[in-house]
Each structure stands twice: as structure tokens, then as C-alpha cells.
């Protein structure tokens, strides 16, 4: 790949809002931070609010936070640290020692007063280290944190992973991959946002799944493809939006992200983690428009 990973060329977003991201595999997991990073130099006000520990597999468990009885992931707080904290640096950088669920409840009800003087417009959680596709989101942190937003707290919310990549550490060099995925999200985010309130349906998340990186040369090869989350089972699974040539079945995200450079984007409904129905998974089609392109 020839991939610039430098941030400065990124261009400014049509519309700045504010953002509270989280994750499942920690607050100073490396995806997280980059992505954080490129959202701000996109000209959003993010705030990180994220476990302290890797929390993948946590689905939607919700605790109340402890004291750290041993360091954060990567060392990145001392033993004997708060149940929260920030970077001492960067303080929009938040730690909460438990669930993602826990941390974005965190983030929405306790660091959205200091930083953006209320709710959050968006929230992204993410991008995940590893894909979640199908039954993956049932137990996902990520998703868990993402429909916690959308459904609990009103805020539309997308939730990214992506296949490439292994846990990696704040303070290691940046994998190509981490800006790649960054950068993908950003427009995702950009898209969205540009399209005007309301961001999304109501009780809505995006579950938006990045394939491997290997055999794209450029952020540009990456196309976006309307997907849902389950493969349709006949007489049980509901119709979905027509598109592609008046196909009545999307792809599945699986299919999507196994075919070459193509980023699966599904309509989730946030009460349950399954697919939204035909009615929304058209409100989103409606408002992403070009962005979407069809599998070849």
C-alpha cells in the first residue's frame, strides 16, 4: 500500500458536531485514539469515554464502576487508579473501569455537560479490533455500547470494525491499517451528519464492518454497500428495502466485506440487535444515496 498517514490532508467536515466514542477493547487500544484523532482533525469535538481494561465479548453488561486494583491496558494508569479517569494530558481522553456499556453511559450522562454543554449529537464506537458480523453482535462491547446509545440515551450511533489487526498499544506506532480504518469511518461519519438531522431512524444503529485492507491500494478503493446483519431466513425474516437492481434481499455483511474492498454498512435495530425493517433500512438508503454502491 501507498497510503499517506499523515492527518493534515484531510478535508474539513461540511458540519461539525460532537461526538462521544467508546469501544470494548479499551481506551488506549490504538484504533481508538487514531480514530479519535481523525475525527478532530475533520473539525468534530470528540470525547473518548471508554473501559479501562479490554472488555471485548461483554455484549450489553453494565456495572457500576470500581478503583483499579490492577493497571489499565498498556499500562496506561497506575494500580490503585480511580473507577474513572483522563489522560493527564488530554482529558477528553476518558477511562471507566467496567463494561462499554458503562463507559458511554459515562460519557452521555457525565462528560457531555463539561464538553459539549449537553447530549452528544453522534456517538461511534470503535473501530473494533476484529470484525463483528452476524451473531458476533449478540456479544460485541462495541455493538453493546452503540445500541446502548441509540436505544437508551436517543443518540444516533454507529458502531466500526474492521478484519485487519491485533490489539495494539496508544503508544506503539500507528498500523497502516488504524489510519485506514479511521479515515473510512470519518467519511462514514462525514456522510451521515451532511445528510441533516435526524442522523438516523429513530431506536437505530449503523453496524459498519471494514474488510481486510491487504489488497486495497487507497482509502478511494473502498466502496460502501448497503448490507443486513443476519441471512434472511424465508417466511421468518422480514422484507428488506429494495436496491441493486430492484434486489429484495441485501447482502449479507458477510458476503460484503468477503467480496474484495467493500465495507458492509447494516441498518441495526438497537433494542435487539437484529435487522431494522424494510421502512428504515430505506430512511438510511434515502439518506446516504450515492455514497452506497451495489456488489459487482
Excluded at 27 to 45: F, Q, V
Excluded at 131 to 143: E, Y
Excluded at 217 to 222: L, P, Q, R
Aim: include cysteine.
Amino acid at each position: 500500500m501507498h497510503l499517506p498517514l499523515t492527518l493534515a490532508v484531510l478535508p474539513l467536515a461540511a458540519q461539525a458536531v460532537n461526538i462521544i466514542s467508546a469501544n470494548d477493547d479499551g481506551w488506549a487500544e490504538k484504533n481508538i485514539r487514531t480514530l479519535y484523532d481523525t475525527l478532530t482533525a475533520a473539525g468534530h469535538s470528540v470525547v473518548i469515554s471508554a473501559p479501562a481494561e479490554n472488555k471485548s465479548g461483554t455484549g450489553s453488561m453494565d456495572a457500576d464502576p470500581k478503583q483499579l486494583t490492577e493497571a489499565c491496558e498498556f499500562d496506561s494508569c497506575p494500580v490503585g487508579s480511580p473507577a474513572v479517569g483522563n489522560n493527564a494530558t488530554q482529558p477528553r481522553w476518558n477511562y471507566v473501569n467496567s463494561y462499554p456499556v458503562t463507559s458511554i453511559k459515562h460519557g452521555i450522562q457525565n462528560l457531555s455537560t463539561t464538553y459539549f454543554s449537553g447530549n452528544p449529537d453522534l456517538a461511534v464506537t470503535g473501530p473494533n479490533v476484529g470484525a463483528n458480523l452476524g451473531v458476533a453482535n449478540a456479544i460485541s462491547g462495541t455493538v453493546g455500547a452503540a445500541c446502548y446509545a441509540a436505544h437508551d440515551a436517543g443518540i444516533p450511533a454507529i458502531a466500526f470494525s474492521g478484519s485487519s489487526g491485533s490489539a495494539t498499544a496508544w503508544d506503539d506506532p500507528t498500523p497502516e491499517y488504524a489510519t485506514i480504518y479511521a479515515q473510512l469511518a470519518a467519511k462514514v461519519v462525514d456522510k451521515v451528519v451532511a445528510a441533516g438531522t435526524p442522523y438516523l431512524p429513530e431506536d437505530v444503529y449503523l453496524n459498519v464492518n471494514f474488510p481486510k485492507v491487504d489488497d486495497c491500494a487507497s482509502v478511494d478503493d473502498f466502496k460502501f454497500v448497503l448490507s443486513r446483519i443476519y441471512t434472511a431466513v424465508p417466511l421468518i425474516s422480514g422484507d428488506d428495502v429494495e436496491t441493486c437492481n430492484n434486489d429484495q434481499r441485501l447482502p449479507t455483511e458477510t458476503k460484503v466485506t468477503g467480496a474484495g474492498c467493500y465495507v458492509s454498512i447494516s441498518v441495526g435495530n438497537a433494542s435487539n440487535k437484529r435487522d431494522a425493517d424494510a421502512t428504515k433500512q430505506k430512511q438510511v438508503l434515502d439518506k446516504l444515496g450515492d455514497f452506497l454502491t451495489c456488489l459487482p
